[in-house]
């Protein structure tokens, strides 16, 4: 295809046949013809990010949310204040978040609204573990109807029989599992006041999911391995990789960890000597998730890792586009640019996304982000340190400003 995946997470959309190839055509050629333009949007949204749960079963150490090592739970408001140098929001802001109840109607309100603006890519997740929500599944079920693509990012427990049959019924498109290790020991580590049992949960989940594509012909859905390194499980990445082999996994994401700003945090990034340990273990397992045909990111996780998430050095080099590729709606119904983004621009409950999107506010906001790696950083628009999106960001720019790109340092010419 013309335009290329760059808002993929390397995932399998091409799969999705001709009506999803189509709508996901006409959506990146709409964005595209935003981003060349520079001032206007000519249709909605690639991707949308929803959030479906607060709430978690989980306690990983390195979350922002739910870890024990917390020293605030890093939601959207905290981020911001500590972005401008703000004092912390107050018990009530936190008392607030909690009580954040799922709307079923507005989700479904949310959702014809993104599907009727040209958006062929979900990312549904959270703050919490998504297949708490109740209603997950039918949500699922709706996105998939619409011929869109779909993924959803969990901690694997809750894939029981019952919601894998489902998944594979409904050719459901990707998993996002973050497991943090590779074994049952490094399970606890990472995981504060887990039963003992659960990381042989997920490991049988994974492995009836295999067994039933297997089974049933098929390849759906996918299965992406994620695995954070922190100070805690640093030392476990060949475990991990051989633990990825035996579920069956189609690929393996290898992230940084990010702090957050957060006191409790800082402990889980990596000493120096840790830091090298892990560049080295990397480099060896792109040898052996090639000899099993697992899919990975390591040439992307070295050009950034350093002992944490910095992109600060990405955004030095070229702007960000991702304003025109994906927005990020919470369960609360705010709207958001991207991840890394603190401010709304709007909340669907008072007004409509498509209003919101084509909003002066949303559109001053794209204006900056073109121009951010020009811009005083002092005033940014976002936290452009601890960006997630740099992959696509750089795919894009590539492909949009090819004479740069040969002039462009060496960073930028190697992340292809």
Same mark, same amino acid.
């Given at each position: 295809?013309?335009?290329?995946?760059?808002?993929?997470?390397? &995932?399998?959309?091409?799969?999705?046949?001709?009506?999803?190839?189509?709508?996901?055509?006409?959506?990146?050629?709409?964005?595209?013809?935003?981003?060349?333009? &520079?001032?206007?949007?000519?249709?909605?949204?690639?991707?949308?990010?929803?959030?479906?749960?607060?709430? %978690?079963?989980?306690?990983?150490?390195? %979350?922002?949310?739910?870890?024990?090592?917390?020293?605030?739970?890093?939601?959207?408001?905290?981020?911001?204040?500590?972005?401008?140098?703000?004092?912390?929001?107050?018990?009530?802001?936190?008392?607030?978040?909690?009580?954040? =109840?799922?709307?079923?109607?507005?989700?479904?309100?949310?959702?014809?609204?993104?599907?009727?603006?040209?958006?062929?890519?979900?990312?549904?997740?959270?703050?919490?573990?998504? !297949?708490?929500?109740?209603?997950?599944?039918?949500?699922?079920?709706?996105?998939?109807?619409?011929?869109?693509?779909?993924?959803?990012?969990?901690?694997? =427990? @809750? @894939?029981?029989?019952?919601?894998?049959?489902?998944?594979?019924?409904?050719? !459901?498109?990707?998993?996002?599992?973050?497991?943090?290790?590779?074994?049952?020991?490094?399970?606890?580590?990472?995981?504060? *006041?887990?039963?003992?049992?659960? !990381?042989?949960?997920?490991?049988?989940?994974?492995?009836?999911?295999?067994?039933?594509?297997?089974?049933?012909?098929?390849?759906?859905?996918?299965?992406?391995?994620?695995?954070?390194?922190?100070?805690?499980?640093?030392?476990?990445?060949?475990? !991990?990789?051989?633990?990825?082999?035996?579920? $069956?996994?189609?690929?393996?994401?290898?992230?940084?960890?990010?702090?957050?700003?957060?006191?409790?945090?800082?402990?889980?990034?990596?000493?120096?000597?840790?830091?090298?340990?892990?560049?080295?273990?990397?480099?060896?397992?792109?040898?052996?998730?090639?000899?099993?045909?697992?899919?990975?990111?390591?040439?992307?996780?070295?050009?950034?890792?350093?002992? $944490?998430?910095?992109?600060?050095?990405?955004?030095? @080099?070229?702007?960000?586009?991702?304003?025109?590729?994906?927005?990020?709606?919470?369960?609360?119904?705010?709207?958001?640019? *991207?991840?890394?983004?603190?401010?709304?621009? &709007?909340?669907?409950?008072?007004?409509?996304?498509?209003?919101?999107?084509?909003?002066?506010?949303?559109?001053?906001?794209?204006?900056?982000?073109?121009?951010?790696?020009?811009?005083?950083?002092?005033?940014?628009? *976002?936290?452009?340190?601890?960006?997630?999106?740099?992959?696509?960001?750089?795919?894009?720019?590539?492909?949009?400003?090819?004479?740069?790109?040969?002039?462009?340092?060496?960073?930028?010419?190697?992340?292809?």
């Amino acid at each position: 295809m013309v335009l290329g995946s760059f808002l993929r997470f390397d &995932g399998q959309e091409s799969n999705g046949g001709k009506t999803l190839i189509l709508r996901k055509f006409l959506s990146q050629l709409r964005a595209l013809a935003g981003v060349i333009h &520079g001032r206007r949007i000519f249709g909605g949204p690639i991707q949308a990010n929803l959030t479906l749960a607060n709430r %978690c079963n989980l306690k990983c150490i390195h %979350c922002y949310y739910h870890s024990p090592l917390l020293e605030r739970p890093n939601y959207r408001g905290v981020r911001l204040a500590r972005q401008i140098n703000e004092q912390l929001p107050d018990d009530g802001y936190f008392n607030h978040q909690k009580k954040i =109840t799922f709307n079923r109607k507005g989700m479904e309100k949310i959702l014809d609204e993104l599907i009727k603006s040209g958006v062929y890519r979900f990312f549904l997740s959270g703050n919490g573990e998504p !297949f708490l929500n109740k209603y997950s599944i039918d949500i699922m079920k709706k996105i998939k109807k619409a011929n869109c693509y779909c993924l959803v990012k969990t901690n694997g =427990t @809750l @894939l029981s029989k019952k919601i894998t049959d489902e998944l594979i019924h409904m050719k !459901f498109d990707e998993l996002h599992i973050t497991t943090m290790a590779g074994n049952r020991d490094m399970y606890i580590r990472t995981h504060s *006041c887990v039963p003992q049992e659960t !990381f042989d949960s997920v490991k049988n989940n994974l492995l009836y999911l295999a067994e039933q594509k297997k089974k049933l012909h098929t390849n759906k859905p996918q299965v992406s391995l994620i695995y954070v390194v922190i100070s805690e499980n640093y030392s476990g990445l060949y475990d !991990f990789a051989e633990f990825a082999y035996k579920v $069956q996994a189609d690929r393996v994401f290898i992230q940084p960890v990010d702090e957050m700003g957060d006191t409790g945090l800082k402990r889980l990034v990596l000493t120096e000597k840790q830091t090298e340990y892990v560049r080295e273990e990397a480099v060896k397992l792109k040898n052996y998730f090639k000899s099993k045909k697992i899919k990975h990111n390591i040439d992307k996780f070295l050009k950034i890792f350093s002992a $944490q998430l910095d992109t600060r050095e990405v955004y030095r @080099l070229i702007p960000c586009y991702y304003a025109w590729l994906s927005v990020l709606i919470d369960i609360d119904g705010n709207v958001y640019p *991207c991840y890394s983004s603190y401010r709304s621009m &709007g909340n669907i409950y008072e007004n409509s996304f498509n209003d919101i999107w084509n909003s002066e506010h949303y559109r001053l906001f794209r204006e900056k982000s073109l121009k951010l790696n020009c811009s005083d950083k002092s005033d940014s628009i *976002c936290d452009y340190g601890n960006c997630p999106h740099y992959t696509a960001n750089m795919k894009l720019h590539k492909m949009i400003d090819p004479v740069k790109k040969v002039f462009s340092h060496n960073y930028i010419l190697r992340n292809s």
